[in-house]
């Protein structure tokens, strides 16, 4: 999954990031991440990522501290969400708009570490 500026032709005037990546052979998905009405919002992918976290249904793991180092820093002025050092957070929200094309292995059986509703998103933080 990728984000939607790379198919945009560079400051430079050369070829889009995104035909750059494929020339070198990296699998990408045949279009921009998109939400499956077709939108790009950043405010509603964040408020469907943290409602997933909040239903325990997209964790993180405690590990990962860079990632959660950014999840702290993200924040809003004047209502509108800061872009900064969201790298991490970027990438994980293009993966969770694009998920309904992932495949799942049939033959495996998934087992859930807590029951639903028992997962706090934001106990990482503490």
């Not at 992918?45 to 990962?64: A, I, P, Q």
Request: net charge positive.
């Amino acid at each position: 999954a990728w984000p939607h500026d790379a198919a945009a032709t560079g400051k430079d005037g050369g070829e889009p990031l995104a035909y750059q990546y494929r020339k070198l052979g990296l699998k990408m998905m045949p279009k921009h991440a998109s939400s499956p009405d077709g939108g790009n919002s950043l405010a509603a992918s964040v408020m469907e990522m943290l409602e997933l976290m909040k239903e325990g249904r997209f964790k993180v793991f405690n590990t990962c501290s860079m990632w959660l180092e950014e999840f702290r820093i993200y924040h809003r002025k004047d209502g509108k969400i800061v872009e900064r050092k969201d790298d991490l957070l970027d990438a994980s929200r293009y993966a969770m708009m694009m998920r309904r094309h992932a495949r799942v292995e049939t033959n495996r059986r998934m087992v859930d570490a807590q029951p639903p509703g028992s997962y706090d998103p934001l106990s990482v933080l503490n």
